[in-house]
T-cell receptor, first 114, second 113 residues
Framework: GQQVMQIPQYQHVQEGEDFTTYCNSSTTLSNIQWYKQRPGGHPVFLIQLVKSGEVKKQKRLTFQFGEAKKNSSLHITATQTTDVGTYFC??????????????FGSGTKLNVKP | DAGITQSPRHKVTETGTPVTLRCHQTENHRYMYWYRQDPGHGLRLIHYSYGVKDTDKGEVSDGYSVSRSKTEDFLLTLESATSSQTSVYFCATGGGTPPYEQYFGPGTRLTVT
């Protein structure tokens, strides 16, 4: 019920190709967050989406939140070697103490060949 | 990056021994979290704290305990380490105000032999 499923688990692309990772939930999400973790590093917050159908862009990265708020995607245009890492989505939910806890997807590991 | 440090960064210990991991933050964030990261599982919440001395269990809390005696410190204790607790442990803070961004520490790689 609380989980978010991410696909694909791995993606290997040639530098310059596009990349998309998907995050799906069986229940309606109040919001979705995206994080990036470089190899050997720690997760770093990228963005949060809240509104149905929302689209946000950060340079070559485009984030979308589905109309039904049950799925989200992260699309990278013209990948670069600096995009290598694992991308996680995370859903938040209110704890009994009225603050946010987070469930993370299992991540999509992106490898970019130069 | 937020001022979050974790110690130790690497540890090898034997089955049955107690282990304590420390998370220290300088951001005065109220909320703190401990996660473990294993291949294929993403990040799973172990315990969290919503204030000094206020803690609660996450989804994978069995075998772990926590304490928070000061705002800046959040300790994770494995009372009797098992091989299944071999993992990378991340501390995080934040998540309290929009956009509820979490800031992660550098992680501790723990190996239980």
């Amino acid at each position: 019920g609380q989980q978010v499923m991410q696909i694909p688990q791995y993606q290997h692309v040639q530098e310059g190709e596009d990349f998309t990772t998907y995050c799906n939930s069986s229940t309606t999400l109040s919001n979705i967050q995206w994080y990036k973790q470089r190899p050997g590093g720690h997760p770093v917050f990228l963005i949060q989406l809240v509104k149905s159908g929302e689209v946000k862009k950060q340079k070559r990265l485009t984030f979308q939140f589905g109309e039904a708020k049950k799925n989200s995607s992260l699309h990278i245009t013209a990948t670069q070697t600096t995009d290598v890492g694992t991308y996680f989505c995370a859903r938040s939910y209110r704890s009994k103490y009225n603050f946010n806890k987070f469930y993370f997807g299992s991540g999509t590991k992106l490898n970019v060949k130069p | 990056d937020a001022g979050i440090t974790q110690s130790p960064r690497h540890k090898v210990t034997e089955t049955g021994t107690p282990v304590t991991l420390r998370c220290h933050q300088t951001e005065n964030h109220r909320y703190m979290y401990w996660y473990r990261q294993d291949p294929g599982h993403g990040l799973r919440l172990i315990h969290y704290s919503y204030g000094v001395k206020d803690t609660d269990k996450g989804e994978v809390s069995d075998g772990y305990s926590v304490s928070r005696s000061k705002t800046e410190d959040f300790l994770l204790t494995l009372e009797s380490a098992t091989s299944s607790q071999t993992s990378v442990y991340f501390c995080a803070t934040g998540g309290g105000t929009p956009p509820y961004e979490q800031y992660f520490g550098p992680g501790t790689r723990l190996t239980v032999t």
